[in-house]
């Protein structure tokens, strides 16, 4: 099938207007004969249902905690980005489209990245009127911060919880809808599957978490706004229970994968301590504002941080980077500190760290002040670590942090198989090569509450939609093979755990797929994943039963999907030899070890189609054309 | 360090439970709460014995989710942490540490030491919104809110959901959970639009729910990972007799 990404004509700030004009619209009063499947409640899931509800649509939403309260969104801390110009410091829709391009290394389709940079500015406004409390001045009007990547201050804020307000921003107007019947809430259920009848997604297999029951849904149109697949890596700052299932399992049944490879590694975490880790905690970008990042100049310096003189410290990113300083973007970052721990001059007991320091902005500022504006995450770091930031330079180090990559979709966020939406995280769309901080939140607010909206009802308006009921034979076949799966779990009666695998895959792809990759190593990690997959199937041990509370048989079911994912994302990177954004090919750097793009052969997003559980995946290319952000070598120097 | 743990299992909602004793050995004082159940657990899977259900998600104290009584506290000894970041060095060696879940009616066990916390979220059904549906909002600027409020507004918006005030309660109330979205919504020009049908509704559910009242006794704040305080409790009473009275 030829990629249609279905961009409108016409110059670039007008593509989204005279779209929205076009689509097909479906009538108030018969909104309510349309089923919606909206999977997931963080920001992109939480806002579309709720939208698509007051609209008048019946929806259904799908969370596998207990509460759509808890979606992963919860946990981003710095902030949202919108071109508002409130510091009237230069900002526009234009130079947000421009930075994004940019920081995600021209990688990513410019009509989309106009549109989000064109709605950022009504998100803060549905936020604020939801009740929202961002950070204020005391004139009573909306404060701002700097985020990496940009040099103008942008990034509205809710101390060190913004995602945590905005998600329950979105949990509030979607508990609203609740109240009102208009969308039907199934908390602790996980998708399993995806039914598609004549070409079109119809519905969907679930699986009720608490009785284990499996539960057909038919639907007029699916929405998967399920998240990241971070945790393929075991180790990374997503939720637990943050999977790829149910966009893998979607693209079992048809729906091509973009650009799997590229994960954003974020530099401000905090260190592994030990083998008994089993997740990183991130300290937000906002930090980078007032702290900064120094490595000691000599190799192997043990002195405590605070006896190492100023003369005798490297500023490495403000030395290499005047200009962005230490709010060059993530990717940049990442590479900076790994490059300064391979040269031996790492901190802390792994030597695996760098100093993030605040002594300077609490000389400056006062401890008040600074105790304001990130109390709360020093008070995290504190309880993790044991040391008071405020006394002692904070420890850091990269961690698996976004996936960049995910569901191909089109400009209407519909994925290759008809009536399949991917929004948020799940999908590629937006951010190329590199996701700029507080983009993520605007991404998926911006697919909830402003895109998906008028898309699917585009799709509804503009499609033939049989009735189809849960009995057709296709809900049957996907009940069937989603059942085949959990009895083979069950059936292996192995001698490892699930986690076992998850920790040995986690460790191939942070060694080979991680923030330095190269063709040796990625083909290394192709058969290495194999090997683990097939010892998976012949070896784990999952207790228990299907039909009751079974967390190993959940946890078992998303690590299987990994196990083939992972695969995918080493495929990507061996073809992809180039580097652009997150994903640095060691052959392609330039002199000062900075990665080098490639725009005559990489210029395209990769779009996988799946042929088979270990059979070469068929790739796609969507050549990506710039007329607005012409590409050029990217620099924060 | 080594522990003993004396670990409510539960098969389901409608079997009885009961605690049984466990050992775990060798763990790191940087462990956290939830990661030494994690090592129990293989210990379990690897002697063929089922693995301990708890419920947590992010690790990283936001979601709200673990939701576990260490040793007679909710989130266990430390104030204004949840049990996901709780590290082992706040134990003594060899200490016994009992693990169970949330105690309360409205909250009925579904196994091991998972709740069911839905009857949070039917309260917030009931009116824990702004009916400000998509599309309809004036600029973000438009309405300039004193820091002061907005700094009220935060303080209480800071729940996190997880139901420890509940837990901590003799009574089982919820006043602390409603007070905090009633707080947070009422100190707001955009909520205050609501704010009558808001109070009066999302007390009632809870009454509903068969959360118990509040005696004051203050042990919500003191088991609230957040440190959300009871002065909204105070802001709640006053709503809800004036919402009465007008």
Sequence with gaps: MALDSKIPSGPIEKKWYDHKFNLKLVNPANRRKYKIIVVGTGLAGGAAAATLGEMGYEVSAFAYQDSARRAHSIAAQGGINAAKNYRNDGDSIYRLFYDTVKGGDYRARE??????????????DQCVAQGVPFAREYGGYLDNRSFGGAQVSRTFYARGQTGQQLLLGAYSALSRQVGLGTVKMYERHEILDVVVVDGKARGIIARDMVTGELERHAADAVVLATGGYGNVYYLSTNAKG???????????????????????????????????????????ESLRNDGRVWVPLKKGDDRKPNDIPEAERDYYLERRYPSFGNLVPRDVASRAAKQVCDEGRGVGASKMAVYLDFADAIKRQGKAKIEEKYGNLFDMYYEITDENPYEVPMRIYPAVHYTMGGLWVDYNLQTTIPGLFAAGEANFSDHGANRLGASALMQGLADGYFILPYTLGGYLGGTQLPKVTTDAPEFAEAEKNVKSVIDRLLAVKGTKSVDHYHKKLGKIMWDKVGMGRSE????????????????????????????ELNQSLEKAGRVADFLELAELMAVDALQRRESCGGHFREESQTEDNEAKRDDENFSYVAAWEFQGVGAEPQLHKEELTFEYCKPSQRSYK | MNFKLKIWRQKNAKTPGNFVDYTVNNISEDTSFLEMLDILNE????????????????????????????????????????????????????????????????????????????????????????????????????????????????????????????????????????????????????????RKERVLNMVAQMDKEGFGSCTNTYACEAECPKGISVSHIAFLNREYLKATLS
Aim: one cysteine or more; glycine letters at 8%.
């Design chain 1, 111 to 124: 009509a989309n990245v106009y549109r989000l940079a064109e709605l950022s500015v009504d998100i803060i």
């Design chain 2, 43 to 194: 210990d379990l899977i690897a002697k063929n014995e089922e693995p301990v259900a708890f419920d947590h998600d992010c690790r990283e104290g936001i979601c709200g989710m673990c939701s576990l009584h260490i040793s007679g506290r909710p989130h266990g000894p430390r104030q204004k942490v949840t049990a996901c970041q709780l590290f082992m060095r706040s134990f003594e060696e060899g200490e016994t540490i009992t693990v169970e879940p949330w105690r309360a009616k409205p909250f009925p066990v579904i196994k091991d030491c998972i709740v069911d916390r839905s009857a949070f979220d039917r309260i917030m059904q009931s009116g824990g919104f702004v009916s400000a549906s998509t599309g309809s909002a004036p600029d973000g600027n438009a309405i300039p809110i004193p820091k002061r409020d907005a700094d009220l507004a935060m303080d209480a918006a800071a729940c996190i959901g997880c139901g420890a005030c509940v837990a901590a309660c003799k009574n089982a109330s919820a006043m602390l959970f409603v007070a905090a979205k009633v707080s947070h919504l009422g100190h707001l020009p955009q909520g205050k639009v609501e």
């Design chain 1, 242 to 284: 943050c999977n790829t299932t149910a966009i893998w399992r979607a693209h079992k049944r048809g729906a091509y994968f973009g650009n799997p490879c590229f994960v954003q590694i974020h530099p401000t975490c905090i260190p592994v301590s030990g083998e008994h880790q089993s997740k990183l905690t991130l300290m937000s």
């Design chain 1, 520 to 547: 040796a190593g990625l083909k290394e990690a192709i058969s290495e994943i194999r090997e683990l997959r097939d010892d998976f199937w012949k070896n784990v041990r999952v207790l228990g039963e299907s039909e």
